[in-house]
């Protein structure tokens, strides 16, 4: 790592928004701890990226399902005395099924990666942001955090975990030099519906979903101007704004007919 350059931290790197948020970063003469469980894929990305952008990158293959993972990233960065300047918090899948049926340790795999290794990372990382009073962390909520989903309980519910969390900390973090963004993207084309069983359902298929580097860049910028959230898309934006006034019952129904 070049001590004269900013350093992020993207987990799940390998594909998707990630993906897309690490050429940003990179775009802009970042240096890039890059983690995902596929260190095949990451290495390709940070050999593509250093080609193309002249940083420096560091690969920490990570299974975020795992307790402990998170923590352990963080020791290995401090052995090698990698100071983190941007930390943005992208790994997270889904399930969908009624939560009856649904595979328990899956879930419970889910709820480690959506919200114990974000909050963990976050934990870990944001007390030198603060004393060095500069830092960025980006979270990848949903517009799932805006209300119940069901036939996707547990996934909407860490969504929403993500988004209050990050509001709480980011009105916590005022005035500190540190800004937290909750990024809650709609629909987005990447291996995500496929993993959550969602390629069939109303959702990925009532209109076209957003792309994973329209999504990232919106994120970004939002990141960069310390904005608390971000919904890219106007038609997720209307979406997430009509819940507010919308009887609970009401929205409950409606999002269960879009997941089946």
Known sequence: MNSSRNTALITGASSGIGLELANLFARDGNDLVLVARNEGRLRQLASQLEGEFGIATRVLAADLAKPHAAQELVMTLNVHEVTIDALVNNAGFGLSGPFVATDLDKELEMIQ????????????????????????????????AFQPGPLMAVYYATK????????????????????????????????????????????????????????ARVGYEAMKRGKRVVIPGMRNKLLAQSIRVTPRRMVTTFVRKLQE
């Not at 114990?116 to 980006?138: N, Q």
């Not at 929403?160 to 709609?186: H, K, M, N, Q, W």
């Open 160 to 215: 929403a975990y993500v988004l209050s969390f990050s509001e709480a900390i980011a009105d916590e973090l005022r005035d500190s030099g540190v800004t937290v963004t909750a990024l809650c993207p709609g629909p987005t084309d990447t291996g995500f519906a496929v993993a959550a069983r969602l390629e069939s359902s109303r959702l990925f298929n009532m209109a076209k979903p957003m792309s994973s580097a329209a999504v």
């Open 113 to 144: 990666v959506n919200i114990v290794a974000l909050t963990e990372l976050t934990k870990l990382l944001l007390p030198g942001m603060v004393a060095r009073r500069s830092g960025r962390i980006l979270n990848l909520a949903s517009t799932a």
